[in-house]
């Protein structure tokens, strides 16, 4: 499976009278990111509430992105779990409901006993049995997870379905170290919508960037303009929104991010509780973030 390009770390809209995934909207908003042109979706990742989401509910969001996307378009399921046996099982369901791909999280709640070791047997057991390829997720390390060692990451790019890991945790030099180290076929992804262009040049395949749900065609065009060899455009949109990622994706996180979405015409939302909406004092403040990158002119009226 080829992974390149601009993904998207979708994100999940709710009902804000009954709380329930707002599948309707969820749909308006996939229609217009891919209004250009993007490699595919992320479903169920960090960005997407994925630990909040029950599995009826993700499964009804992935139907729903096979429905709009076009035919083109990977759709990656992020089916993590803390027990092997549920990791697989859900790996195998989204294979079921049509994903082309798998993201796994590591199993970190029983963090001091999740040795290497541990860690190849799950994922190794978990990409044995999947349908689909599996990609391994190094979450961003200000979560609840594990930083998963280059040696560990090196076993695992050489198993046949594991295909290649989102690295989120925005070092660029991390990222060279993994496309040097790992298999000539493992493909990186860089997690952060601040270091694409960057990370493009050291050797990754692309990203899974939230930032492109607001900049969604300059995070195209990053790479695009890359693929072309045009580096000195590709360099100054990423300059550009820049900001965007390290203030609001990396500052303000998921409420910030639906925020903005809002401002910018899409369906954003609340989160789902526990976490809280931004304050709604801070609405200028990513409404100056998005103007000082451009992205506010002929935006929709939310």
């Known amino acids: 499976m080829q992974l390149q390009g601009a993904f998207l770390p979708v994100t999940t809209?709710?009902?804000?009278?009954?709380?329930?995934?707002?599948?309707?909207?969820?749909?308006?908003?996939?229609?217009?990111?891919?209004?250009?042109?993007?490699?595919?979706?992320?479903?169920?990742?960090s960005t997407g509430e994925s630990v909040f989401l029950e599995e009826d509910e993700t499964a009804a969001l992935l139907e729903a992105a096979e429905e709009v996307?076009?035919?083109?378009?990977?759709?990656?399921?992020?089916?993590?779990?803390?027990?092997?046996?549920?990791?697989?099982?859900?790996?195998?369901?989204a294979a079921a409901g049509?994903?082309?791909a798998v993201l796994v999280s590591p199993p970190a709640y029983y963090r001091t006993a999740m040795t290497p070791e541990v860690l190849v047997r799950h994922y190794t057991a978990v990409a044995d049995a999947s349908p689909v390829p599996v990609i391994v997720y190094q979450v961003p390390l200000r979560m609840s997870t594990l930083d998963l060692p280059s040696g560990l990451l090196v076993e695992?790019?050489?198993?046949?379905?594991?295909?290649?890991?989102?690295?989120?945790?925005?070092?660029?030099?991390?990222?060279?170290?993994?496309?040097?180290?790992?298999?000539?076929?493992?493909?990186?992804?860089?997690?952060?919508?601040?270091?694409?262009?960057?990370?493009?040049?050291?050797g990754a395949s692309g990203g899974i960037v939230a930032v492109g749900l607001m900049a969604t065609a300059d995070a195209a065009e990053i790479y695009q303009a890359f693929t072309e060899g045009d580096t000195a455009r590709a360099g100054r949109i990423q300059e550009r929104i820049a900001p965007?990622?390290?203030?609001?994706?990396?500052?303000?996180?998921?409420?910030g991010i639906k925020k903005a979405l809002d401002l910018l015409g899409y369906?954003?939302?609340?989160?789902?509780?526990?976490?809280?909406?931004?304050?709604?004092?801070?609405?200028?403040?990513?409404?100056?973030?998005?103007?000082?990158?451009?992205?506010?002119?002929?935006?929709?009226a939310a």
């Open 13 to 45: 809209p709710f009902d804000p009278a009954t709380g329930d995934v707002d599948v309707d909207s969820f749909r308006a908003n996939l229609t217009r990111w891919f209004e250009h042109p993007l490699a595919g979706v992320l479903v169920g990742g």
């Open 244 to 255: 965007v990622h390290n203030q609001i994706v990396g500052g303000m996180g998921v409420p």
């Open 156 to 202: 695992l790019s050489h198993h046949d379905n594991i295909v290649g890991i989102k690295d989120s945790r925005g070092k660029l030099e991390l990222v060279g170290e993994l496309v040097e180290a790992c298999a000539d076929d493992f493909q990186v992804l860089v997690g952060s919508g601040a270091l694409l262009y960057g990370a493009l040049e050291v």
């Open 69 to 93: 996307l076009p035919v083109e378009a990977r759709i990656i399921v992020g089916t993590g779990a803390e027990s092997t046996r549920t990791a697989t099982r859900l790996a195998r369901e």
């Open 98 to 100: 049509g994903a082309d």
């Open 267 to 300: 369906r954003g939302g609340e989160p789902r509780p526990p976490l809280a909406p931004l304050a709604p004092g801070r609405d200028d403040e990513i409404r100056a973030i998005l103007a000082g990158a451009g992205l506010l002119e002929g935006a929709p």
